[in-house]
């Protein structure tokens, strides 16, 4: 840095704040450092700056899977996100375990990441609480935390509800929800996919009790072979519903292909409607009404809170839902 002043005629400060932006400078000031730059082929000494500021400007971002298609579309979201602010992001899979998550706050720990961003399945309130006080975190999921840590959730009941409605309000009377056993103890259900799916029925189920309409429901995993599997399933029963909901958008794409080969017509004879909005919802024959969360919000808010956690370990924790909207597509028009 002192060769790049002495070229470029300035002071190191002055170079310092050139390239980080700490402090303004003119831009033909900021000229004259980068050309200096260029001719000397300056690079920033990433190890040095690390020991100096106690931070290596890397977090990390753990996720039940990347083989899903919200799960890797808020992965790739967080990165991107990180990266505008300046930050460098490791990626990594929890397999949906208890061990995975553990094994994501140890290597925070022995890589000296700056924070971690994880989607929590299988840890505790409490663990959770114990296990960020040795690295800065954010919780993604639905867990409870009272404020414990900084927690991004999504709007699940809400968004649940506003589906069942919909439907309703379509002229729907025999309903069906898919991605959930039962429609009755829901909180003593406790599912591999986590609270979630929990939350959705809940949803689901208080709109179907407020109006009084016969509603089922068919469990048979998260994939859209299982979303299959649960359409032949209420198939079978010989009461066809005229409303399902699934409680994400893969679910539901398994479902439409299992109507489909039992000549069920979606939406002629059954509406359908999904959760998460993933892409591939507005391109599926039919097109996939389903429910958006907010994922820019939810992006936003894990980047701030993270950065606020690093910069200020002694700021009290914050619990954040974000928005939702219901995105109308095909699966819902009535002919």
Do not use: K, W
């Amino acid at each position: 840095m002192r060769d790049v002043a002495a070229e470029a005629g300035v002071s190191a400060m002055t170079v310092s704040n050139a390239l980080t932006g700490r402090r303004p400078v003119s831009e033909e000031t900021r000229r004259v450092v980068l050309e200096a730059v260029d001719r000397l082929g300056y690079q920033v000494n990433v190890a040095a700056r690390s020991l100096r500021q106690g931070r290596t400007g890397v977090v990390g971002i753990a996720v039940p899977t990347l083989d899903s298609h919200y799960y890797s579309r808020l992965a790739h979201r967080l990165v991107l996100g990180f990266s505008q602010a300046g930050r460098a992001t490791v990626v990594e899979e929890t397999h949906a375990s208890r061990e995975g998550e553990l094994a994501a706050f140890r290597d925070s720990r022995l890589n000296a990441y700056d924070g971690l961003v994880i989607a929590a399945l299988g840890l505790t309130e409490r663990e959770l609480n114990a296990l960020s006080r040795e690295v800065p975190v954010v919780v993604l999921g639905e867990q409870e935390l009272h404020q414990t840590v900084d927690h991004v959730s999504m709007p699940n009941v809400a968004g649940a509800e506003a589906a069942t409605r919909l439907l309703l309000d379509r002229g729907c009377r025999h309903l069906a929800l898919v991605g959930f056993p039962t429609l009755t103890d829901l909180q003593d259900v406790t599912l591999p996919e986590g609270a979630a799916f929990v939350l959705r029925a809940e949803g689901f189920a208080r709109v179907v009790r407020e109006r009084g309409v016969r509603a089922s429901a068919a469990y048979a995993g998260v994939t859209q072979a299982a979303g299959a599997a649960c359409a032949r399933d209420l198939l079978a029963r010989g009461e066809v519903p005229d409303g399902i909901f699934c409680v994400t958008d893969t679910l539901a794409f398994g479902v439409v292909r299992a109507l489909a080969d039992h000549g069920v017509r979606v939406p002629d004879d059954v509406l359908v409607v999904g959760f998460d909005d993933v892409e591939d919802s507005g391109f599926r024959i039919p097109s996939l009404t389903s429910v958006a969360p907010d994922l820019d919000g939810l992006v936003d808010q894990t980047v701030h809170l993270l950065g606020r956690r690093i910069a200020n370990p002694g700021e009290l924790p914050r619990d954040v839902t974000v928005s939702f909207r219901v995105v109308e597509r095909e699966s819902t028009a009535r002919p």
